[in-house]
């Protein structure tokens, strides 16, 4: 089923490869790819990136202390290429910290990341390469994704509605970024203190350092499972770290201070956006989420919007996930549809998040100019 997608897939775009035939294919490129039990959908993402156009590749995958068969089903693909480049662990270092480091033992200037339960498009590399050749004051490139389920099947189409609208969320998955490892460096690259959303944390900083450009074709496939790092790991942690993501995202004029924002005590309240963000992982995946309960027991519930959003959606979510997610394509199109960009041309669109700062983990505003 998988191959079959993917074929079909690659035959939709055939008539785009002549322009990748203008990129220079001798510069090298490092795919890196950290990897932790994803050994259902391990061969797929492989196959995708030992298929790119692009052939002057290294493909750099750390193994982060699997234990599902991940780790024997690596060294066959190894002794395959020799492009790829593996470097086994003996234990999980977490999604930070692995990430850290398989970028650290990538060698080439520019760095597509690949997540180990996903799919990029054959052309995605030659194009995003082509960007990057072209645009210097841009420092990480991404394209748009389709969304698909565990069988290859497609969920959701492209978030086009959020390419225009200026919020702290990237309109791309973060597998589908290319970025300079210059800029990486300068950075810090990934931070523990973001765990389990490292990922957007980067792109911001990196978004205010250089520009991010995104091209507004399906050039990846992110797949919702229940392999997914958040969805595998202790709920209490995932929670705790996502809480911190939105009071890190908390305006200055909220009237609460940096010690109210910033604190991790065990016992805090957590922010009732943080149910409907994991519970989606649960839903698009195909299961029930069942965090209505979590909410009363865990939420900063209160007498607002977010709470009310909140409680509805954690509770439509648990009686009827099928007409919830119906309402979610529905509403999804809707909002694509009134968007102004054309998702049939690959002209690339800078994406820029809000202007004022955020405050960081460690406690000051940053990711502002």
């Known amino acids: 089923m ?17 322009r990748s035939s203008r990129v220079r294919v ?6 890196v790819m ?8 391990l061969d797929a993402a492989i196959e995708s990136i030992i298929g790119q156009t692009y052939r002057e590749i290294e493909f750099v995958i750390y193994d982060d202390g699997s ?34 480091h398989v970028v650290r033992k990538a060698s080439a200037e520019l760095i597509a990341r690949m997540d180990a339960d996903d799919i990029s498009h054959p052309e995605r590399i030659a194009r995003e390469v082509e960007l990057l050749r072209q645009r210097a004051e841009v420092g990480l490139v991404a ?5 698909i389920d565990s069988q290859g099947a497609r969920l959701r189409d492209p978030e086009v509605w959020r390419l225009k ?20 460096d300068r950075i ?71 010690d109210d924002l910033l604190g991790t005590h065990a016992d805090a309240k957590i922010d009732p956006r943080v149910f409907i963000s994991l519970g989606s992982l649960y839903l698009w995946a195909g299961s029930k989420p069942r965090m209505f309960r979590r909410l009363l027991r865990r939420g900063r519930l209160g007498a607002d919007l977010r709470t009310a959003s909140a409680l509805v959606w954690t509770a439509w ?53």
């Open 317 to 369: 979510a648990s009686a009827s996930p099928w007409t919830l997610r119906g309402f979610l394509r529905v509403l999804h199109r809707i909002r694509n549809a009134s968007a102004s960009v054309d998702s049939d041309v690959a002209v690339p669109v800078r994406w820029k998040p809000p202007e004022q700062p955020l405050i960081s983990p460690a406690g000051r505003p940053n990711y502002g100019r």
């Open 67 to 100: 234990t599902d068969g991940s780790s024997e089903r690596l060294r066959e693909w190894a002794g395959r290429d020799t492009r790829i480049k593996l470097f086994p662990g003996a234990e999980n270092l977490g999604p930070a910290v692995s990430s850290n």
């Open 34 to 41: 950290p990897v932790h039990n994803a050994l259902p959908y």
């Open 165 to 184: 609208r200026h919020a702290w969320f990237a309109p791309f998955a973060h597998g589908s970024i290319m970025f300079r490892r210059s800029l990486f």
């Open 188 to 258: 810090g690259g990934y931070r523990g203190a973001c765990e389990f959303w490292e990922d957007q944390d980067l792109v911001l900083r990196m978004a205010a350092e250089a520009e991010v450009m995104v091209i507004p074709r399906e050039l990846y496939r992110h797949r919702q499972s229940t392999v997914s790092t958040r969805v595998a790991s202790d709920p209490d942690r995932v929670e705790r770290a996502v809480d911190l993501m939105y009071r890190c995202m908390g305006r200055l004029d909220e009237q609460r201070s940096y």
């Open 2 to 18: 998988l191959r079959a997608n993917t074929r079909a897939w690659q035959r939709s775009e055939s008539a785009t490869r002549q």
């Open 143 to 147: 394209s748009l994704c389709e969304i």
């Open 26 to 31: 001798n510069e090298l490129v490092s795919v």
